[in-house]
């Protein structure tokens, strides 16, 4: 535990140089990818989601890759494309940008439905399956996706079953004025960016994923996790509540998260911070509700101050 609490600080400290004012935005990704998960951030433009996803990629020594999602992106421009071999006379595959370690899915919501769920299956399962063959994806397999708020022009609301391939959605937010001026300050001569180095390698990560897992999580907050998951289903002004991947993905993610502030054993305090951005998206709620104002963030915070604590 000790050396994977050293790889997630020096990975936080190469964040923490790039993204200011960010503090606990940092755990939660840092919380996802040690668990396996995958984050999307939305929020409007110039919060520095897609900086975040960069400095990310250049602070682990893998592979990294980008797409940038429009309305005309196929899935082919994804998943990759078999090409005819003259020479060979022969089909060559040829991989896409999805066969890296990390993946920014730069403004996801952007391209059209049938493209978004090209990485369904690589997002779930860590494969993909192109012209009926199977074809794994390296391991770690990570995937940070930016997108605007479905208000914006020229969106495609991204659908259940894709926003429940995500661990975490969370927003960054705006920084206070004075972060703002370090920031300005930062960047006054060049960015950040520039000089930021790559602090672990790949084979750290797979040791602080495996790590995660032996975190020690009691039988009573296994059942606190369930209780308010399940929860959300009795609920009359949802329609759909959180399945039980939301129940894996907020024990595995309270485990990471657990790790990253120092402990061997997961609290209810980690299960309570996370609830928000691990539940709250899987969430559909009724139009009526809608209409009235009520989000999914404050069904899932009523949620968590409805269900007992376990002693």
């Not at 520039?194 to 009573?220: F, M, P, Q, W």
Request: charged residues 20%; negative net charge.
């Amino acid at each position: 535990m000790d050396q994977a609490k050293e790889i997630i600080d020096k990975l936080h400290a190469n964040l923490a140089k790039i993204m200011l004012g960010q503090g606990r935005n940092l755990h939660w990704l840092l919380a996802a990818f040690s668990s396996g998960g995958h984050v999307l951030l939305e929020d409007v433009p110039g919060t520095g989601k897609t900086t975040l996803a960069k400095a990310l990629s250049l602070s682990c020594h893998a592979d990294f890759q980008r797409i940038q999602f429009t309305p005309d992106l196929l899935p082919s421009d994804i998943l990759g494309i078999s090409i005819y071999d003259q020479h060979e006379s022969s089909f060559r595959f040829e991989p896409g940008p999805v066969f890296c370690h990390v993946l920014l899915a730069d403004e996801i919501n952007r391209a059209s439905p049938r493209t978004q769920s090209a990485l369904l299956e690589a997002m779930a399962e860590n494969q993909v399956t192109i012209e009926r063959d199977i074809r794994l994806l390296p391991d770690p397999f990570f995937v940070i996706a930016t997108q605007n708020p479905v208000e914006f022009h020229g969106t495609y609301p991204l659908p259940e079953a894709q926003l429940d391939r995500f661990a975490m959605k969370f927003s960054l937010g705006y920084v206070t004025n004075d972060e703002e001026v370090n920031i300005l300050k930062s960047q006054s001569r060049r960015h950040p960016l520039e000089s930021i180095e790559a602090c672990i390698t790949v084979e750290e990560i797979l040791h602080l994923k495996t790590v995660v897992k032996n975190i020690r999580i009691s039988d009573e907050l296994y059942h606190y996790i369930v209780s308010l998951v399940s929860a959300t289903r009795n609920r009359t002004d949802v329609k759909l509540g959180a399945s039980p991947r939301a129940s894996l993905v907020l024990m595995r993610c309270a485990q990471a998260l657990s790790l990253i502030d120092g402990f061997d054993y997961v609290t209810p305090d980690s299960i309570q911070e996370l609830a928000v951005p691990v539940i709250a998206h899987r969430l559909g709620l009724d139009s009526q509700s809608q209409f009235s104002g009520v989000d999914s963030r404050s069904v899932i915070r009523d949620v968590v101050d409805s269900v007992p604590v376990p002693a």
